[in-house]
């Protein structure tokens, strides 16, 4: 039996499923899910990633924690976490950048969020050295000063979609035509979550909400606003999404996100106005969502490619300014990818962001 076979099992029996329930199947499905059956990553894989390009992103994602621990009076013990690891590269990028700063490493209690046995043990290999502890849910992160890492996390969470109709909507569901798995649209009705969606659409605009990301982003924003510490949340997204992002990537080319089930990364769009509604709620201040493109040149980006090219020669340097190029040139990964920095009211934002 197949991914397939189950869904179209499902589907029969309960009828048409919102989009939600169709990605979280895929991707995370005990059994046939696209993380929890492999590593995606890499030139071989389906998509590639900042830290996957260059060691220059982990690196200065790490500084710019380790300033913001600095900034905040060093607590003796804190959490430095990451969701959503996939290959360790980027917490293992961090570590080595962060050495120099005296009692970072001691102070610090390594946990990683990851809910794919198959990263998992390839987290363990890069990271062995540094003995990081993992947990299935951000609520098991223990309520002390958190220091946190997103990249590529939120875009991986079960999105729904409705389609505006009148002053209600039409939830995207995923059926079955002549055997084949097919989108339609449910019955129309009033959507309290979406009321404020209704000045800025029009009849037959799609719009997607990710219900997941808010418990967590709660989570987090409670943790730092009580105990202090900061989250970058990196992603691709805008501050209000509008229209379909759902795609699916098979091979770093784009497919039908409904054509091969669980062999494909199914995505999302980050609606990074309601992660930031939700720190706020959660008593957590945010910073203005930038561009990655001007984070990581506020960060240095340039000085440490010269510094780094200064030990290559011929084709290694070529990569590297490629590489850098890739993570922060606008019509590249520069101005997709955004960051959106939360910190307690009392703190300063974390550098190479602004309130
Ligand atoms: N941050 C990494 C990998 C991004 S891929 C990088 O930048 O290279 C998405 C990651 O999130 C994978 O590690 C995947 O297994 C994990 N993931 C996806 N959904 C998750 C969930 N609901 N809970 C925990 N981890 C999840």
Not at 63 to 81: I, N
Not at 93 to 103: C, E, F, I, N, S
Not at 334 to 345: A, H, Q, R, S, Y
Request: charged share 20%; hydrophobic share 40%.
């Amino acid at each position: 039996m197949s991914l397939l076979d189950r869904l179209q099992e499902r589907i029969a029996i309960e009828g048409p499923i919102p989009v939600a329930d169709y990605m979280a199947e895929c991707l995370l499905n005990p059994e046939f899910g696209y993380y929890t059956t492999r590593d995606p990553l890499g030139a071989d894989g389906d998509f590639t990633t900042a830290p996957e390009i260059s060691q220059m992103f982990g690196e200065l994602v790490g500084l710019s924690l380790a300033q913001g621990w600095l900034d905040q009076d060093r607590p003796a013990r804190f959490t430095l976490a990451e969701l959503g690891p996939g290959r360790g590269t980027l917490m293992a990028d961090l570590l080595r950048a962060t050495r120099g700063v005296p009692g970072f490493h001691d102070a610090a209690e390594i946990l990683l969020v990851e809910a794919s046995p198959a990263l998992r043990t390839r987290q363990e290999i890069t990271l062995a050295e540094f003995q990081p502890q993992w947990v299935s849910e951000v609520s098991e992160l223990p309520k002390q000063p958190l220091f946190l890492i997103a990249n590529e996390f939120f875009d991986a969470l079960p999105i729904r979609q409705f389609i505006r109709d009148g002053d209600s909507w039409r939830e995207r569901l995923v059926g079955i035509v002549e055997g084949q798995l097919t989108f339609g649209a449910g019955p129309s009705a009033p959507q309290a979550s979406l009321s404020h969606r209704l000045e800025d659409t029009r009849d037959g605009d799609l719009v997607e909400i990710c219900g997941p990301a808010l418990p967590i982003l709660d989570e987090i924003a409670t943790r730092i606003s009580a105990h202090g510490g900061a989250a970058l949340i990196v992603d691709y997204g805008d501050w209000r999404s509008l229209g379909d992002t759902f795609q699916a990537l098979v091979g770093h080319k784009m497919t039908d996100p409904l054509m091969t089930p669980g062999a494909a990364d199914l995505t999302a769009h980050v609606d990074f106005e309601a992660l930031a509604l939700a720190a706020r709620h959660a008593g957590c201040a945010h910073t203005r969502l930038t561009p990655q493109g001007v984070f990581l040149e506020r960060l240095g980006i340039t000085q440490r490619a010269q510094t780094l090219a200064k030990g290559m020669t011929g084709g290694k340097v070529e990569n590297l300014v490629a590489a850098h190029r890739r993570l922060t040139h606008p019509e590249e990964m520069g101005n997709l990818f955004k960051v959106l920095g939360l910190f307690p009211e009392s703190a300063n934002p974390p550098p190479g962001l602004d309130r």
